[in-house]
């Protein structure tokens, strides 16, 4: 998945969340349980699959592990509502930082890092069947894609005031889902 063959004119992926490089297929065969060529298109991140395998072999999901298992196959509720985030976050380095780094592989890394802007950021998505909703703490605006007009995610239209409380619920949802993951930077709210 995500090959970004020119779409959006990208070369190459990282650190953006359009569909075609967050979508990703899960194709799962369980004999018995799963009909042969049966589609679900429940909203799932990957982080699922482990307290799904956690479930159906009757063992407790861990508190610290995130996901929750998957509705085709488990007695869990379908979601309405996916998450991304892109980014590594935390403090910046200084450079007394890079003089202790060993040489030449972490000097190198760590400078080529710094050049990205998500190094001092997180930036986070959510998506509904219908919307996504991108923050990005450094750039210059979030990103709204109303995705039955817009499929191809080619128009933001956050600063369209037609959807001021569409950005505000997707907010609220994203900051959610930010309490529920033990992050700790929020996101503007409304």
Same mark, same amino acid.
């Given at each position: 998945?995500?090959?970004?063959?020119?779409?959006?004119?990208?070369?190459?992926?990282?650190?953006?969340?359009?569909?075609?490089?967050?979508?990703?297929?899960?194709?799962?065969?369980?004999?018995?349980?799963?009909? $042969?060529?049966?589609?679900?298109? &429940?909203?799932? +991140?990957?982080?699922?699959?482990?307290?799904?395998?956690?479930?159906? =072999?009757?063992?407790?999901?861990? #508190?610290?592990?995130?996901? =929750?298992?998957?509705? %085709?196959?488990?007695?869990?509720?379908?979601?309405? $509502?996916?998450?991304?985030? *892109?980014?590594?976050?935390?403090?910046?380095?200084?450079?007394?930082?890079?003089?202790?780094?060993?040489?030449?592989?972490? #000097?190198?890394?760590?400078?080529?890092?710094? #050049?990205?802007?998500? $190094?001092?950021?997180?930036?986070?998505?959510?998506? %509904?069947?219908?919307?996504? *909703?991108?923050?990005?703490?450094?750039?210059?605006?979030?990103?709204?894609?109303?995705?039955?007009?817009?499929?191809?995610?080619? &128009? +933001?239209?956050?600063?369209?005031?037609?959807?001021? &409380? %569409?950005?505000?619920?997707? #907010?609220?949802?994203?900051?959610?889902?930010?309490?529920?993951?033990?992050?700790? =930077?929020?996101?503007?709210?409304?």
């Amino acid at each position: 998945h995500g090959d970004m063959m020119g779409e959006h004119a990208m070369q190459c992926k990282g650190g953006v969340f359009y569909d075609c490089l967050t979508r990703v297929p899960l194709i799962v065969s369980w004999p018995g349980h799963i009909p $042969a060529g049966h589609v679900d298109d &429940s909203m799932v +991140n990957l982080v699922d699959v482990m307290p799904t395998l956690l479930e159906l =072999q009757g063992l407790p999901q861990p #508190r610290t592990m995130h996901g =929750q298992p998957l509705p %085709t196959v488990t007695s869990a509720a379908a979601r309405d $509502a996916t998450f991304s985030e *892109y980014g590594a976050g935390g403090p910046p380095f200084t450079p007394a930082d890079l003089e202790a780094l060993p040489r030449p592989w972490g #000097r190198k890394t760590l400078i080529q890092s710094l #050049r990205h802007r998500e $190094a001092a950021g997180r930036r986070k998505m959510v998506r %509904t069947r219908h919307w996504k *909703y991108i923050h990005d703490p450094l750039g210059d605006k979030d990103e709204l894609y109303d995705l039955r007009a817009d499929p191809w995610e080619l &128009s +933001n239209v956050i600063d369209d005031p037609t959807h001021a &409380s %569409t950005v505000a619920d997707l #907010r609220l949802r994203l900051a959610d889902w930010m309490i529920a993951t033990e992050d700790a =930077q929020p996101v503007p709210l409304p």
